[in-house]
């Protein structure tokens, strides 16, 4: 089970559950069946429309809400399982994940949890449990239209009608990378910081939001992985904001991507320690770290793609950060996540655009490909510490919006 901490307002818990098969469903769930009788759990569940991501798959799920004053008082546990039907006699897709809830939450602390599927297009319906240790059982069920809209008509969906599944699911094995010491390798340093409760546009970022934009930058992963077939990829996933790196393993592949989904998990993801406070240069110091692993490590890269959230910083780089120019050092990209925001005009605004007025930006339950992408701020861009450190390395950034743009992003990356 994976450990929740609890936030001053909310809770984050899980995101993309894991799909299995019936036999994999632990006796504490089976026994929750609709037969029996127990207690209601009170609790509230939003659908998530479904929205076409960067994999070209249907990103839906749910959001939760419930109180943690229940389980105040000692270590708590709670099973969330669902099933996914396809409308026409489909065969039911099962998906499970186990949360603990650490004990001292405040009187009134509610929990906010979001979970993550995906599917092809279709009608689907979905009959959701959330169980606890203590004999009690919140159920949903709600009905889910996966279909194009107007200025999608033209997109060809990877997934078949009627399919189900998390984020490991791909439509082929990624091809293995050819054999001999003249295998293509790429990494991905993929930043896990979200900017939960900071203003992004004109509105708060929810947790539930950065949870939505989690899952866009894994859907942009998981489309990498497709469209490079026969490159070794070496991924590491680290939290900026944290000063920490999160996962790491070479060889990755598609099938693995649930993986990188549960990275997000937990608002720990998010919360910053007191000794990050105290160490401000921290970040740059992470990011140097990464860079110098990549220019010095003993299968090299060609190519280092930096994939993330862009993130004001008030720190200037420090002396010393890796320089680009050297004969074998990898080639650099950015792949940045958001919409720029033009300059108005005419408005007395400075040259690096405070004030500029900005769109709404992704909000909670919306986790597609592009139309909800945030608005980046020129101030934003030009202080993101990730941008300035790819300029320093002579690399390249690009802005990344719609799956357009990122399909022709991997284009550039395989020249």
């Known amino acids: ?240 904001d944290q000063q920490r790196e999160i996962f790491r393993q070479e060889g990755f592949t598609a099938g693995q991507m649930s993986q990188v989904a549960h990275a997000a998990d937990g608002i720990e993801q998010w919360k910053v320690d007191s000794h990050v406070l105290l160490n401000p240069a921290g970040g740059w110091n992470l990011l140097s770290d990464l860079e110098d692993k990549e220019i010095h490590a003993a299968i090299p890269s060609d190519t280092v793609v930096f994939l993330g959230l862009p993130e004001a910083s008030g720190e200037k780089m420090p002396p010393g950060m890796p320089e680009g120019g050297a004969e074998h050092s990898p080639r650099f990209v950015y792949l940045r996540y958001g919409k720029n925001v033009p300059i108005a005009t005419g408005t007395g605004l400075n040259p690096r655009g405070r004030g500029a007025a900005q769109g709404p930006s992704a909000t909670r339950g919306r986790g597609g490909g592009g139309s909800l992408a945030p608005d980046l701020s020129s101030e934003m861009v030009e202080s993101d510490p990730i941008e300035q450190s790819v300029r320093r390395m002579k690399g390249k950034t690009i802005t990344i919006s719609t799956p357009a743009a990122l399909g022709k992003a991997i284009e550039s990356i395989q020249r």
């Open 1 to 240: 089970m994976r450990c929740v901490a609890v936030a001053l307002l909310y809770a984050i818990a899980a995101f993309a559950q894991k799909a299995v098969t019936v036999d994999q469903l632990p006796a504490a769930v089976t026994r929750f069946d609709d037969s029996a009788i127990h207690a209601p759990l009170p609790c509230t569940i939003d659908p998530i429309k479904p929205m076409l991501n960067f994999g070209l798959r249907f990103q839906t799920g749910y959001v939760l809400h419930t109180s943690l004053d229940p389980y105040r008082e000692g270590k708590h546990a709670w099973y969330i399982v669902f099933d996914v039907i396809p409308e026409g006699g489909g065969r039911p897709v099962y998906f499970l994940d186990s949360i603990d809830i650490p004990p001292g939450a405040a009187a009134g602390q509610i929990a906010e949890a979001t979970g993550t599927f995906l599917l092809g297009e279709g009608h689907y319906g979905v009959k959701w449990s959330l169980l606890d240790d203590l004999g009690r059982v919140c159920r949903a069920k709600w009905s889910v239209d996966a279909q194009l809209a107007g200025n999608e008509k033209a997109a060809k969906i990877s997934m078949p009608p009627g399919t189900v599944g998390d984020f490991s699911w791909h439509p082929a094995e990624v091809a293995a990378p050819p054999a001999g010491e003249h295998a293509r390798h790429i990494t991905v340093l993929m930043n896990a910081a979200m900017p939960v409760g900071r203003q992004s546009g004109r509105r708060m970022q929810s947790s539930a939001g950065a949870i939505s934009q989690w899952g866009t930058l894994v859907s942009i992963l998981g489309s990498m992985l497709e469209h490079l077939p026969g490159v070794s990829v070496r991924l590491v996933v680290f939290n900026q």
